[in-house]
């Protein structure tokens, strides 16, 4: 559709916690598009892990 092709690309985050999306949905399409959108989901996820650890460093609780 027009609105998806002028719009901005799906991030992997998702509204589940902890659920991301790998797949070429999420940049371009194609067999290159999956592996990058593989890719920003692994660096997506590992972000969240480090944010969830440097909180539990500072006293907060980690995964709730």
Do not use: M
């Not at 959108?37 to 995964?63: D, F, S, T």
């Amino acid at each position: 559709t027009p609105e998806r092709l002028f719009s901005r690309p799906p991030t992997p985050r998702t509204t589940v916690d902890g659920l991301w999306l790998a797949s070429a949905y999420t940049v371009s399409g194609g067999f290159s598009g999956a592996l990058h959108g593989g890719l920003l989901a692994g660096q997506a996820a590992l972000g969240a892990v480090r944010r969830q650890e440097r909180r539990a460093q500072r006293g907060h609780v980690l995964y709730g």
